[in-house]
């Protein structure tokens, strides 16, 4: 590019030690919805990772040693700064992630917001527990005590989203951080980083070093100095990030992938289930790891649920994500459009046949947004069970409908796939729902309604969807090392 086309572009900078340090090689990143490089984000390998890490060292001794107030009180003040600049922060992820803006002001940035406010009340109500022995003399207690440097490691679909809900439980224990966002999505971590001095969070607590997976994170992932990794992302990752923290014996979170179900019964109310399930198939163009991708109608009302299903599908608009009006975005990447846009036509090849979107419908997009990495919202039929639509995750903007008869079959079915992380019922019957519940090989089932969350409760995946839980008690307690101390008196 001329300088007159660089000086342009938003160059992001590594945050260290509580400064913006530059770096001596960037990655380009590209605006989705244009198919424009926007911004640089540094290319970091080793030594940023170990100037972080030294940071984080650095001020563990006085971070950890505040009182949970005191921090309270900080993660408070950050939570107020970000959200006075909610609709800069917004634009920010719109432009970067190619999310709509919608989506981004009342989804991505509140809860962003809620994320540090949640904890840094959360932290305050925490117990030790303590047991008598009195035919011993003795008295037990428990002690809890923040770990150390927590490496925390976060994916493109949510990004300020998933960072802060890493970054504020950490901190909020005492721990001192070195963040890794997506090198696709970096621009709100940086934007944040701009406001931790304001809020008081002393220099070295949070350090953000930006880059690839492959260099960035494995120098995190590989560091000695790093007792505790938590990771959200693909189970792909997961197994190197296993590999390469054995040897150190980490303690690892793992946030993996989804092939969630959602199984419908003939006496779900449709006027519910369909425009909600529309919504949990094609949410943020279904880049959510909770998305719904498998759903299975029982028998009686399959016909009528997919005429229903693909009209309302077919309202959803797709173009520009600055649009307010618009319901689907653009998709990550141009290689991310091509997987998703592949395994459509695998499932054509199969002679599974598609009922709108890809393919079928014609796109049409503005101007400015033709290069971008567009798909419509596509729903497939008569897939096979076998086939890799209904196996893998698709991580786009597409569904497959298929039909069951009973509900021992579909509970058969939908544990069917190497993953376990979220499931959705919709049935009238109380019984019914229990039952299901129960045998759903899922670590999150939602009756008749998507995605409402209680953080207090946990959240994660079975099978391949992960390892460990977060939520207020689980997040607590990994974030912590509990020491047993017995006295005789």
């Not at 572009?9 to 030690?17: A, K, P, Q, R, S």
């Not at 960037?26 to 990772?49: A, F, H, L, W």
């Amino acid at each position: 590019p001329t300088m007159a086309h660089s000086k342009a572009l938003l160059v992001l900078e590594n945050f260290i030690g509580g400064k913006f340090v530059p770096c001596s090689s960037y990655i380009d990143s590209y605006n989705p919805s244009t198919g424009d490089v926007y911004c640089r984000v540094p290319d970091s390998g080793k030594e940023q990772v170990e100037d972080a890490v030294k940071a984080a060292k650095d001020a563990f001794p006085i971070w950890s040693s505040k009182s949970p107030l005191e921090r309270s009180q900080i993660l408070n003040k950050l939570a107020d700064l970000i959200e006075q600049d909610l609709e800069a922060f917004a634009q920010a992820e719109s432009k970067d992630q190619g999310k709509t803006i919608t989506f981004a002001r009342t989804v991505d940035i509140p809860r962003a917001v809620h994320n540090f406010r949640f904890f840094a009340s959360s932290i305050l109500h925490h117990v030790t527990e303590c047991t008598e022995m009195p035919t011993m003399g003795c008295v037990h207690y428990t002690s809890r005590a923040p770990v150390g440097v927590a490496g925390l490691i976060s994916p493109w679909n949510l990004p300020l989203y998933l960072l802060t809900w890493k970054i504020a439980p950490a901190i909020a224990c005492g721990n001192t951080v070195v963040a890794k966002p997506s090198e696709m999505t970096s621009v709100t971590a940086w934007m944040m980083c701009k406001l931790l001095d304001k809020a008081g969070v002393p220099p070295g607590v949070v350090n953000v070093v930006f880059g690839t997976g492959a260099k960035a994170g494995e120098a995190l992932v590989c560091h000695p100095d790093v007792p505790l990794i938590s990771f959200t992302g693909s189970t792909l990752t997961a197994q190197r990030i296993t590999e390469k923290s054995a040897p150190h014996c980490k303690r690892l979170s793992l946030e993996l992938g989804g092939k969630n179900p959602a199984i419908i019964f003939d006496d779900a109310d449709l006027s519910q289930c369909i425009p909600t399930t529309v919504r949990s198939s094609f949410a943020n163009q279904g880049e959510i790891c909770l998305c719904t991708s498998r759903i299975f109608v029982q028998r009686g009302i399959y016909s009528e649920f997919l005429q229903k299903f693909v009209a309302e599908a077919k309202k959803w608009k797709t173009g520009n994500p600055s649009d307010p009006t618009i319901d689907v975005g653009a998709l990550i990447s141009k290689e991310h459009l091509e997987k998703v846009r592949n395994y459509v036509k695998k499932a054509q090849a199969e002679g599974a046949r598609v009922l709108c979107g890809e393919g079928v419908d014609r796109l049409a997009l503005p101007p400015g947004n033709q290069k971008g990495y567009f798909m419509l919202p596509t729903v497939i039929a008569e897939v096979k069970d076998e086939s890799c639509c209904m196996q893998e995750e698709i991580f786009g903007p597409v569904t497959c409908v298929v039909a069951f008869d009973t509900e021992e079959e579909v509970i058969k079915r939908a544990n069917g796939v190497k993953y376990g992380l979220a499931a959705t019922v919709w049935s009238r019957d109380v019984g019914r729902v229990h039952r299901v519940a129960h045998r759903l090989q899922s670590g999150l089932v939602w009756t008749n309604c998507w995605l409402v969350r209680d953080l207090n409760l946990p959240f994660g995946g079975m099978k391949a969807s992960g390892i460990g839980r977060e939520g207020a008690r689980d997040s607590y307690e990994f974030f912590t090392e509990v020491k047993t101390i017995t006295i005789k008196h």
